[in-house]
């Protein structure tokens, strides 16, 4: 019955994002390690609201995933608490120290409702520690796309 109601199971959204705040947050555990196959399926909504106090984790691709895609090489980062709550959007930057670490690919919902994971793609293959990612470090994700 969902799925008739949700536009983006449908074939198309049924907005398109033109302002939204960043999400701001702070590292609170690094990750080490990755995998060739993990199988993340990811949703198939580009979007996903993300709440002050909500913990999530941050793991990131460098294969071309987008939502609704599956991702199996990926590089575990981190987990971060949200400060600043709001919209995520497929596409948007992720800052971490002021650094770009990727973009949003999309979202898994493997381990709700304890954390979503939130699926970086980038360029390189590094986990939190090689991108010495610290306790308390700041993060950023999006911002006005116009």
């Not at 536009?7 to 705040?21: E, M, S, W």
């Not at 987990?79 to 999309?106: L, M, T």
Request: glycine fraction near 14%.
């Amino acid at each position: 019955m969902a799925e008739e109601k949700d536009p983006y199971l449908r074939g198309g959204p049924p907005a398109r994002f033109v302002r939204h705040r960043p999400v701001t947050g702070v590292v609170v555990a690094v990750l080490a390690g990755s995998l060739p196959d993990r199988g993340l399926e990811l949703m198939p909504q580009p979007s996903r609201v993300l709440c002050r106090g909500e913990i999530h984790e941050l793991i990131l691709t460098t294969e071309d995933a987008r939502p609704g895609s599956r991702v199996n090489a990926i590089s575990y980062l981190g987990f971060f608490e949200v400060k600043q709550g709001g919209v995520v959007v497929a596409g948007d930057d992720v800052r971490v120290r002021g650094s770009v670490i990727g973009e949003i690919a999309g979202f898994d919902a493997t381990h709700m409702p304890n954390h979503l994971n939130v699926v970086l793609r980038g360029r390189v293959a590094l986990d939190g520690l090689a991108w010495r990612f610290g306790l308390g470090d700041q993060v950023v994700i999006g911002g006005s796309l116009a």
